[in-house]
């Protein structure tokens, strides 16, 4: 079983006493501010930062836009508070050239960050889709019962208490797993159940 230092497990919510991990909303619709994240980088909580809209679905890509959206994200970053960025996808973005490509330019966009994808259209879990983001270093953000990696970070979304087992299955290769689940109170009972054995102390030094 892996060890407390490669697992945090958080929420889409605000910061719960408990939780290491959150995730981050606003950010598809508004970039974040750098005082703003300067401050939530002086505290033990990491983030998912979704990536915005503009750049996602509506595939705008100007230079200007990007240089803004990173400027926020650079305080996290730096004091190593930046869990992953998150390219998420609605359900029909398929596997197909212009979408590979397009992801693609996100990578090189932003390369700086450790991304992840997120695109529920099972035409990802292809042997050729997989090998795409193999070979470009982005994480594969697993739903429902997958348990697939493509890099050294492992991400799962959770909706009830039957991941456990999904969560070890990815963990135990991965050198660092994210799990955001549905609500914080999830997230705690998961946390609860994974490390029942484990003094709470451990988990809160993952962040260290």
């Known amino acids: 079983m892996t060890t407390p230092s490669r697992l945090l497990i958080g929420a889409a919510a605000p910061a719960v006493h408990g939780l290491e991990l959150v995730e981050v909303v606003s950010s598809q619709r508004m970039p974040l501010r750098a005082a703003t994240t300067a401050k939530w980088s002086q505290g033990p909580i990491q983030y998912v930062v979704r990536l915005g809209r503009q750049f996602t679905e509506q595939r705008l890509m100007a230079p200007s836009a990007i240089a803004v959206f ?8 730096r004091a190593r508070k930046l869990a992953a960025l998150l390219l998420r996808f609605p359900a029909d973005f398929a596997f197909q050239r212009s979408n590979r490509d397009h992801v693609l330019a996100l990578r090189r966009a932003f390369h700086e960050f450790p991304l992840v994808l997120e695109a529920p259209h099972e035409s990802w879990l292809e042997d050729e889709a997989q090998a795409v983001l193999i070979d470009h270093r ?31 299955r990815v963990s135990r290769f991965a050198d660092r797993t994210l799990v955001i689940a549905q609500t914080p109170e999830l997230a705690c009972d998961l946390k609860d159940e994974m490390w029942s054995a484990q003094p709470r102390l451990d988990f809160a030094r993952a962040v260290a």
Do not use: H, M
């Open 70 to 77: 990173k400027e926020g994200l650079w305080p996290l970053l």
């Open 138 to 168: 982005i994480a594969f953000a697993n739903s429902g019962a997958t348990a697939r990696l493509t890099n050294g970070l492992g991400f799962i979304r959770v909706n009830d208490r039957a991941a456990v087992d999904q969560i070890r």
